[in-house]
Nanobody, 125 residues
Framework: QVQLVESGGGLVQTGGSLRLSCAASGRTSSVHAMGWFRQDPGKEREFVAG????????HYADSVKGRFTISNDNAKNTVYLQMSSLKPEDTATYYCASRPWRAAPISEPRSYDYWGQGTQVTVSS
């Protein structure tokens, strides 16, 4: 199993920045990709960004391109999400997730095996 622990959420004003961290432990050798997702109550979980562990190939949702940056530190088994130019519509609970090699797109939440507990991001207008 892989355990994921997120940190770094909080309250920020429109236009501000936050950095989320997700530390992985356990069977991290099985991790092929990690992703960040977000979810509002009553809505489906939405892909934000993802990174393939070995190639560092990164993908972003159109809604965050140019504002968010995903990065990973393999030595620390940690993935980060640097969020800038935040908007009220970015308000959500943010989750990190990991998966082994899968053929499904990195944006597909059902392809992930392990999830963190979530961290709240609130952007005030």
């Amino acid at each position: 199993q892989v355990q994921l622990v997120e940190s770094g959420g909080g309250l920020v004003q429109t236009g501000g920045s936050l950095r989320l961290s997700c530390a992985a432990s356990g069977r991290t050798s099985s991790v092929h990709a990690m992703g960040w997702f977000r979810q509002d109550p009553g809505k489906e979980r939405e892909f934000v960004a993802g990174v393939y562990w070995s190639t560092d190939n990164k993908h972003y949702a159109d809604s965050v391109k140019g504002r968010f940056t995903i990065s990973n530190d393999n030595a620390k088994n940690t993935v980060y999400l640097q969020m800038s130019s935040l908007k009220p519509e970015d308000t959500a609970t943010y989750y990190c997730a990991s998966r082994p090699w899968r053929a499904a797109p990195i944006s597909e939440p059902r392809s992930y095996d392990y999830w963190g507990q979530g961290t709240q991001v609130t952007v005030s207008s």
